[in-house]
T-cell receptor
């Protein structure tokens, strides 16, 4: 079974600075999808960025980018020019292409605080 | 509606009582998922529905948990004889279909507290 691990329960960043959130996963599959979701206090999960494992190029979405290291099974999220609105829980998630109905397997989350 | 709607937003119940949690997905979305988020934990998959196919119930933690989806739209998650360990936020998500790159759209969840 696949697992996702986020080793940083909490992170803090100064406004306008850059922060990197770590995520590692364990799988024997060669093709899959990886996601980062943001959960603000409203509890509604919001997709931040996604990466397809067969693509070598790292995904980027405005101030958000990932460092996808397939061999190392690592998928970190970099937030540049951090803003107060970035404060939230961030979840890394894995999605198999082979089975399991496409459900997402989530890590434990990293709570990001942004200091003004 | 514009987004995934869940009700109630908060529910407090006594141990042993049954509860029903409702999810109204985005119109036209055929895939619907239920997840459970316990305090300080990640999201735990419970069940998903896709169109008229049999649901994947592999994540339901016990036979006290059940879910149905009527008319391919609204879904109800039922917890019978609630226990204190059932206290959590129950999140519903929907997706256009099961295509794997599809984004899941989540509701704001139902926070269940079992006293």
């Amino acid at each position: 079974a696949q697992t996702v691990t986020q080793s940083q329960p909490e992170m803090s960043v100064q406004e306008a600075e850059t922060v990197t959130l770590s995520c590692t996963y364990d799988t024997s599959e060669s093709d899959y999808y990886l996601f980062w979701y943001k959960q603000p206090p409203s509890r509604q999960m919001i997709l931040v960025i996604r990466q397809e494992a067969y693509k070598q190029q790292n995904a980027t979405e405005n101030r958000f980018s990932v460092n996808f290291q397939k061999a190392a099974k690592s998928f970190s999220l970099k937030i540049s020019d951090s803003q107060l609105g970035d404060a939230a829980m961030y979840f890394c998630a894995y999605r198999s292409v082979y089975n399991q109905g496409g459900k997402l397997i989530f890590g434990q989350g990293t709570e990001l605080s942004v200091k003004p | 509606g514009a987004g995934v709607s869940q009700s109630p937003s908060n529910k407090v119940t006594e141990k042993g009582k049954d509860v029903e949690l409702r999810c109204d997905p985005i119109s036209g979305h055929t895939a619907l998922y239920w997840y459970r988020q316990s305090l300080g934990q990640g999201l735990e998959f419970l069940i998903y529905f896709q169109g008229n196919s049999a649901p994947d119930k592999s994540g339901l933690p016990s036979d006290r948990f059940s879910a149905e989806r009527t008319g391919g739209s609204v879904s109800t998650l039922t917890i019978q004889r609630t226990q204190q360990e059932d206290s959590a936020v129950y999140l519903c998500a929907s997706s256009v279909d099961l295509a794997l790159r599809r984004e899941l759209f989540f509701g704001e969840g139902s926070r269940l507290t079992v006293l």
